[in-house]
Every structure is written in C-alpha cells, then in structure tokens.
C-alpha cells in the first residue's frame, strides 16, 4: 500500500543555489553555458572538450535549445 500523502516528506536541499558573477548561465532554463575567465568564456562539453573563446559569444543551450548571447565580460 503506497504511503498517504500527507505523510510523505518532501525533500529539500540544506543548501541555497548561489550563482557566481563570472558563470554564464542560460536566460531561459538558467543552465550553466559557461564560465569567464581572464577576459574569455571557458566552455566545457561532454568527453572533455573544452575551448576558451573570445566575446562575443553565441551558444545554443543543450537544455532546452534557446540561443544565448553574451557580448561582453560581466562587470564591463
């Protein structure tokens, strides 16, 4: 027999989400898409490719397929 509802507890991180000035993030789903780094994006993909690229920079989001524009560093 599956446990009642209102007994269930509900599991909740301790933890707050904290996002650094430097993360790139997605502007619809907030997926990580990069990190800046030195004056240049630090990208990261699956079976370790990763690239170091100058700005602008454009890229598709793997989440959930929005097209994502990041002109200059942050804080400039």
Not at 28 to 35: E, F, M, T, Y
Not at 39 to 52: K, T
Request: proline share 7%; hydrophobic share 30%.
């Amino acid at each position: 027999m599956p446990t009642p509802v209102y007994q269930r507890q509900i599991a909740r991180s301790p933890r707050k989400t904290t996002h650094h000035s430097t993360d790139w993030r997605c502007t619809r789903c907030d997926k990580l898409l990069g990190v800046c780094r030195d004056g240049r994006m630090h990208l990261r993909f699956a079976r370790g490719h990763e690239y170091f690229v100058s700005f602008p920079v454009t890229a598709t989001c793997r989440g959930c397929k929005t097209l994502n524009q990041a002109s200059a560093p942050a804080g400039r």
